[in-house]
Nanobody, 124 residues
Framework: VQLVESGGGRVQAGGSLRLSCATS????????LGWFRQVAGKEREFVAA????????YYADSVKGRFTISRDNAKNTVYLQMNSLKPEDTAVYYC??????????????????WGKGTLVSVSS
């Protein structure tokens, strides 16, 4: 199983980026997928999650209204559209997947699958 992130980069505050997570190696009908982010020296934090089969979405309060998570079932890809970016959004963003929505929402540890991350840098 592979989760491969792309779309990171440098952007000025107020700008937008779209991250992609291309998956392979299994189907996700009974899984939830999501995005986490991590700043050096800090714990990885939940950003957004989507239930693959139903499409329900969940967001951290810090990104609600600015970020949108979506999935393309045909392409086995998850996206994170990030608008109105702020310097505090700077982090490495990771794609993740687990059979438990609670795990993907960051309530518990033990994630089944992680990507390797993509760096997002927002300048003021």
């Amino acid at each position: 199983v592979q989760l491969v992130e792309s779309g990171g980069g440098r952007v000025q505050a107020g700008g937008s980026l779209r991250l992609s997570c291309a998956t392979s190696g299994r189907t996700w009908d009974t899984y939830a997928l999501g995005w986490f982010r991590q700043v050096a020296g800090k714990e990885r934090e939940f950003v957004a999650a989507v239930s693959w089969s139903v499409g329900d979405t969940y967001y951290a309060d810090s990104v609600k209204g600015r970020f949108t998570i979506s999935r393309d079932n045909a392409k086995n890809t998850v996206y994170l559209q990030m608008n109105s970016l702020k310097p505090e959004d700077t982090a490495v963003y990771y794609c993740a997947a687990d059979r438990s929505l609670a795990v993907v929402r960051g309530y518990f540890g033990g994630m089944d699958y992680w990507g390797k991350g993509t760096l997002v840098s927002v300048s003021s």
